[in-house]
């Protein structure tokens, strides 16, 4: 039996995962669990999953209303609530928390002696340094759950690092795949979060429509492989079915298909190294007929191109780039700003933030505060 914390349990990631564990009543149980606001989300793992201890909600007004409703369970709130369940006990913690609150249980959780199923790229993008540093110490695994990553995790199984040639991580390309630059200005946030291939959380998807998802997904790639970023390319594939690849040195691709359902990475993260029957439709080949395979704009996409210039540089830089990004991405679904404003902010602050290296998680906090009140900054500037 492998028992399960589950941070963002009332997100897209989280609700999946809850489903994959009842599919495995067997095999997996769910001890505790974090969600934010969503508290009804809350009451129902509560009562569906009876041998839960703890549980942490973001507001102490709702963690004191649950404590009187299940007055058997230890129910903790904010930020030191997801610290505490990373650190408690548990075999493997799933992180689908969303953005940068996700870097502190992540990093919690290792250094308490746990293996992780990463679904909160933003750790990696923001703390890569400082996670690889803690698992190497603590000999612990991060397993991956996004869908890319997983693929390229699949395809390394059996395989040998030193004869990895390059990984090649495939995007769709996001709402906004067959739109140009000039049409870019007037886009809506309903169009944006419209994706054409994948149900996911708002936050991603418009970051999927930027590309800076991709983007991120070449740091975790980086981070999780050991890769270095010029063998590391990205190859649009609008159908979404080669969920990433690997080519070797003898020019072997190894591939993973599967529908576009987060349920399989995220089981796979659960079961690795087993493979476990999975309650989803076959993929259907036939019925999917042409895959389409290009390379990447990236002056369309040009925060694509800013990812690779952030992460070869390293230091304080991803960090930066992300905490402006997740507010320059909250401010466009807010209508404060236009979508194109997004990428002029975040390659703002990459360009003008002073380089500083990544040592230590207050040198990260720093380099978050900053990003996050340049971005506050350019946003302030247009009222
Ligand atoms: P959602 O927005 O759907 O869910 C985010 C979860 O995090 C919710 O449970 C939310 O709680 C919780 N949360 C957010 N902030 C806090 C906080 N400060 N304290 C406590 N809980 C918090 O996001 P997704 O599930 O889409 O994404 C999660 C992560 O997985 C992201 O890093 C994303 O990039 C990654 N990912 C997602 C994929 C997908 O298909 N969705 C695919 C691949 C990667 P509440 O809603 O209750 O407030
Ligand atoms: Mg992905």
């Not at 429509?209 to 050991?226: D, I, P």
């Not at 236009?338 to 902010?345: K, R």
């Amino acid at each position: 039996m492998k028992r399960i914390a589950l941070l963002g349990a009332s997100g897209s990631i989280g609700t999946q995962t809850v489903d994959v564990i009842l599919q495995h009543p067997d095999l997996f149980e769910l001890v505790s669990f974090g969600v934010g606001s969503r508290v009804e989300t809350a009451r129902t793992l509560l009562k569906q999953f009876p041998g839960i201890s703890l549980c942490s909600v973001m507001n102490e007004a709702d963690a004191l209303e649950l404590s009187k409703e299940y007055p058997d369970k230890t129910i903790l709130f904010g930020d030191e609530g997801l610290k505490t369940i990373a650190e408690s006990d548990y075999d493997v913690l799933v992180n689908a928390l969303v953005g940068f609150a996700g870097f502190a249980p992540t990093l919690a959780a290792i250094e308490s002696d746990h293996d992780v199923a990463l679904a909160n790229k933003e750790s990696l993008v923001c703390g890569g340094e400082l996670i690889t540093r803690a698992l190497a110490l603590h000999g612990r695994s991060l397993i991956p759950i996004d869908s890319e990553h997983s693929a390229i995790f699949q395809c390394l199984q059996g395989n040998r690092m030193r004869q990895v040639k390059r990984l090649i991580v495939t995007a769709s390309g996001g709402s906004f795949r067959n739109r140009t630059r000039e049409e870019l200005a007037s886009v809506t946030v309903e169009e944006a979060l419209a994706h054409p291939n994948w149900s996911m959380g708002a936050k991603i998807t418009i970051d999927s429509a930027t590309m800076m998802n991709k983007g991120f997904e070449v740091t975790e790639a980086h981070w999780l492989f050991g890769v270095p970023y010029e063998k590391i390319d990205v190859l649009m594939h609008p159908e979404s079915i080669v969920h990433s690849m690997v080519e070797f040195v003898d020019q072997s691709v190894m591939a993973q298909l599967g529908s576009p359902d987060m349920r399989l990475p995220i089981q796979y993260a659960l079961s690795w190294p087993d493979r476990l029957p999975l309650n989803e439709p076959p993929l259907d080949l036939a019925k999917a007929g042409t895959l389409h395979f290009s390379n990447p704009d990236t002056e369309r996409f040009p925060l694509l191109a800013l990812a690779y210039e952030a992460g070869t540089k390293g230091g304080n830089l991803g960090a930066v780039m992300n905490a402006a990004n997740e507010v320059a991405n909250a401010a466009f679904r807010n209508h404060q700003i236009p979508f194109t404003m997004i990428e002029d902010i975040v390659i703002g602050a990459v360009h003008e933030a002073p380089f500083t290296p990544l040592k230590s998680v207050d040198d990260l906090l720093a380099a978050n505060a900053w990003g996050d009140e340049y971005a506050r900054g350019k946003i302030r500037k247009l009222s």
